[in-house]
């Protein structure tokens, strides 16, 4: 822990107090720059070589706006708001934000710790869900349903009349039959890809499925949607979409301030309903992050200021 400047808003840009944050995994994975290393290069160049250009990590928020620049008109003064940080930044009582990022108001039946769950888990399972293209009746797998992105693209393909299978660790299938998955499977008894049943789509949230038993997998139209890409498979992508009708999509969310709207109009109706593990104290940081290490965590871990 350390004290900073508290920050102040520049002409287009808010500033907000922070009341909910998240522990997300890639947060993790950035703390520990735990990636392939074939990424490394580039993300030490956009991250810092020797220490990080953006020390402070977050990448979603919910909070209340404390004061404005001049020329700032989508918000006021006391607004409950919430966004995605753009990666960076939410690990602090205070943040300053331009008003043209994806940040809208937060519902008012919504709590702050549901809303700031939302942002990148939501921005990603809607992204993936539309890149599926389901139409109601269709089946879709999505392997690590339990994580943040998981949870949310279980239950916006479920608005979407999807079939739902969702693979994860026991402890956590009660939670996704509770957030109406279809079938649950344990991956540690049992392998999806041999159960003979066909897929419309998989989504692969953890990125450890298997790229040719995935495919045998997909109906002869149907899209393998990798969500945690590795060179490999992005490569072995390419070459199925030039030599195959099936389709292998791995393109990330953009942070769309229509789709933020979407997903907070989602939650306000009860469509979306996020799903909380823990809390813990922003002073408690480090044993957030090591209990979300353990990859045990169901659904969201949530950091309280």
Same mark, same amino acid.
């Given at each position: ?16 107090? *922070?009341?909910? =944050? ?36 977050? !990448? ?31 690990? =602090? !009582? ?20 549901? &809303? ?24 879709? #797998?999505?392997?690590? &349903?339990? %994580? %943040? ?6 239950? #916006? ?51 450890? %499925? ?46 769309? *301030?229509?789709?933020? !709207? ?9 469509? #979306? ?8 104290? *922003?002073?408690?940081?480090?044993? &957030? ?17």
């Amino acid at each position: 822990m350390e004290d900073v400047e508290k920050p102040i808003p520049a002409d287009d840009e808010v500033l907000i107090k *922070l009341h909910a =944050a998240t522990v997300f995994t890639g947060d993790c994975e950035m703390r520990g720059f735990k990636f392939p290393i074939s990424f490394w290069l580039p993300l030490r160049l956009f991250i810092g070589i020797l220490r990080p250009k953006r020390p402070i990590l977050g !990448q979603e928020f919910s909070g209340v706006v404390e004061a404005i620049g001049k020329d700032v008109t989508r918000f006021a003064v006391g607004d409950a708001v919430f966004a995605a940080s753009g990666g960076w930044g939410a690990y =602090a !009582q205070y943040i300053c934000l331009s008003e043209d990022k994806p940040m809208v108001h937060k519902p008012e039946n919504i709590t702050h710790e549901a &809303a700031a769950t939302v942002p990148t888990g939501g921005l990603n399972a809607l992204h993936f869900v539309r890149k599926a293209d389901l139409k109601p009746g269709q089946k879709i #797998l999505i392997n690590g &349903a339990g %994580s %943040s992105i998981g949870t949310m693209a279980v239950q #916006l393909a479920k608005a979407a009349g999807a079939e739902v299978w969702a693979v994860d660790c026991a402890i956590k299938l009660d939670m996704l039959r509770a957030i109406s998955a279809d079938h649950v499977i344990d991956y540690t008894r049992e392998d999806f890809t041999k159960n003979d049943v066909t897929f419309d789509a998989i989504l692969d949230v953890v990125g450890k %499925s298997h790229f040719s038993r995935c495919l045998r997998a997909l109906t002869p139209d149907g899209r393998y949607l990798l969500a945690n890409p590795r060179i490999i498979p992005m490569l072995r992508g390419v070459w199925t979409n030039k030599t195959s009708t099936q389709k292998v999509m791995f393109a990330l969310a953009g942070e769309k *301030l229509e789709d933020v !709207q979407h997903l907070a109009d989602l939650l306000a109706d009860g469509t #979306l309903k996020p799903v909380i593990d823990r809390h813990f104290a *922003l002073e408690d940081m480090v044993a &957030a992050h090591r209990y979300v290490e353990t990859g045990q965590k169901i659904g969201n871990v949530v950091i309280t200021f």
